[in-house]
């Protein structure tokens, strides 16, 4: 068949989000074209840790996500505190510079609660507390990060099976191996469908409605080096290898602007020592990031960052880049035994480098001024605290350094206590913050700043959201949310419907 309702481009999490409301909505004949095969299906969902970060007034409000839960973690609410649209908005636009774009972030904060639901409720999503990620024990007290309690059950593994399940119980096609190449327009400019090569050659598929929700261009060594420059450009890529920047391409050459910033991505801490691209079956596996509760140094011996600037999750999007802008892209991460096991439990696919001195330490690590290195650590070591003077890993605890050129500004311990451990770390890029200008509708906008009647977008594709730095688990609800959106509306094209405004 080559005629349907609504086609999507992509198979991550925003691309089936909106390919299930497209369904849901009265759209008949849906199909998903994956580019992968299907061994390698879902986009960068499945690498990610499937932690959701969304608004709400109440911790009991998330309950229904959790069924048992209180049975599960003695007295689990008292650990959360409330996470309102005004301090989901806020973080967005801290750590952001105020630049996300003023509606499409107030569309993605006021629908971030119904969204989750809506994936646990129609997408038939499971969710679990996100413990190993975001929660940090406090006595018998589990302590969470605001706004991040809840993830997908079995992380972004278990978020895209949960997808395609319930695609294929809706009666949604999905076609592997089918790598979209065109766009293709009626004579009233309008977006009636796409040019798809597949094993048996090349074919045009016809539509009322196409959703773009295929990802950006981070695994693109030629679009990461000309737009955000050659250090990015010869990143490791955290993700799958098939974001290649296709439909933003496909997009701009029917004359859709291109909106957001274009030199900026998401860059974790990952392992040095891993290949190009993450291993499949590792996920995430790979991320170093509790760098706060330790010393970051770089090839020449210096510390390069504030560790202690703020929670993880508000500075590991930008301190991986931060990484790769070092010499030779690398740099270690060095903690005590005072602290070592609050290190997330990723840290375990690494074997750590130990010794029971710091001149050891260092001694063994691949940088080239270890003189300076040693000189650097008993520097901080001299301006820290010791960790009875009130570290607190659960929050900012303002244990600071003092006389440093370059502060630590919380969770500023002596590295004191043998042995001593060092981890490598590089920046491994996640996806890219250019992408296509959108309405509130989720229809994509042309240089001539009038929508492109038929054609949508989701997913890592919209930009304007996200401007040099990113709030954790913000990807996957906002890929929910605007997939949710375009889904809506591309069903409403297809079936006649006059377009609704975003809830």
């Given at each position: 068949?080559?005629?349907?309702?609504?086609?999507?481009?992509?198979?991550?999490?925003?691309?089936?989000?909106?390919?299930?409301?497209?369904?849901?909505?009265?759209?008949?004949?849906?199909?998903?074209?994956?580019?992968?095969?299907?061994?390698?299906?879902?986009?960068?969902?499945?690498?990610?840790?499937?932690?959701?970060?969304?608004?709400?007034d109440d911790p009991k409000e998330i309950g229904p996500l959790l069924p048992g839960v209180e049975q599960e973690y003695e007295d689990f609410y008292s650990g959360i505190a409330p996470y309102t649209k005004d301090d989901f908005h806020g973080d967005l636009m801290r750590v952001t510079s105020g630049q996300t774009d003023p509606i499409l972030s107030r569309v993605l904060v006021d629908n971030s609660k119904d969204t989750v639901f809506w994936m646990?409720?129609?997408?038939?999503?499971?969710?679990?507390?996100?413990?190993?990620l975001t929660g940090v024990r406090k006595g018998n007290r589990i302590v969470w990060a605001r706004g991040l309690v809840v993830r997908a059950e079995h992380e972004g593994v278990g978020l895209s099976r949960s997808w395609f399940a319930t695609c294929e119980r809706m009666g949604i096609e999905v076609r592997y191996g089918a790598a979209v190449v065109g766009l293709l327009q009626d004579d009233t400019g309008a977006v009636c469908g796409v040019t798809v090569r597949d094993d048996n050659g090349v074919k045009e598929l016809h539509a009322k409605a196409v959703v773009l929700g295929c990802g950006g261009f981070e695994a693109n060594v030629q679009m990461r080096t000309q737009h955000i420059g050659p250090l990015v450009g010869a990143a490791k890529v955290r993700g799958t290898p098939h974001n290649q920047g296709d439909g933003l391409r496909m997009a701009m050459n029917l004359g859709a602007m291109p909106w957001g910033q274009w030199s900026g991505c998401h860059a974790t801490p990952i392992s040095a020592d891993w290949g190009n691209f993450a291993p499949r079956e590792m996920t995430d596996r790979s991320n170093r990031l509790s760098y706060l509760y330790g010393v970051m140094i770089n090839r020449m011996g210096k510390r390069f960052v504030d560790e202690g600037a703020d929670g993880?999750?508000?500075?590991?999007?930008?301190?991986?880049?931060?990484?790769?802008?070092?010499?030779?892209?690398?740099?270690?991460?060095?903690?005590?035994?005072?602290?070592?096991?609050?290190?997330?439990?990723?840290?375990?696919?690494?074997?750590?480098i130990m010794s029971d001195t710091i001149e050891g330490l260092i001694e063994q690590l691949d940088i080239d001024d270890k003189k300076q290195a040693l000189k650097t650590v008993l520097e901080y070591n001299a301006a820290a605290k010791h960790a009875e003077d009130g570290f607190d890993p659960s929050q900012k605890d303002g244990l600071t350094t003092q006389g440093l050129a370059l502060e630590k500004t919380n969770w500023a311990t002596k590295l004191e206590k043998a042995p001593y451990y060092a981890y490598s770390a590089t920046g491994g890029i996640t996806f890219t913050f250019g992408g296509l200008r959108v309405d509130e509708n989720t229809q994509v906008v042309g240089t001539d700043w009038r929508p492109i009647k038929g054609l949508f977008a989701c997913g890592e594709m919209i930009g304007g959201l996200f401007y040099?730095?990113?709030p954790a688990g913000t990807g996957l609800v906002s890929g929910a949310t605007f997939g949710r959106i375009a889904g809506r509306q591309a069903a409403a094209l297809s079936t006649g419907k006059t377009l609704a405004k975003a809830a």
């Open positions: 068949m080559n005629e349907y309702d609504v086609i999507v481009v992509g198979a991550g999490n925003a691309a089936l989000a909106s390919a299930v409301s497209a369904k849901e909505n009265g759209a008949q004949r849906v199909v998903v074209l994956e580019k992968a095969p299907r061994e390698m299906r879902g986009g960068n969902t499945h690498w990610s840790g499937g932690v959701l970060r969304f608004a709400f646990s409720e129609v997408g038939k999503v499971p969710m679990e507390p996100a413990i190993t993880a999750m508000f500075t590991y999007a930008k301190y991986g880049r931060a990484i790769l802008a070092e010499p030779g892209a690398k740099a270690y991460q060095l903690f005590d035994s005072q602290v070592v096991h609050l290190l997330e439990p990723r840290y375990s696919t690494s074997e750590p040099d730095n990113y």
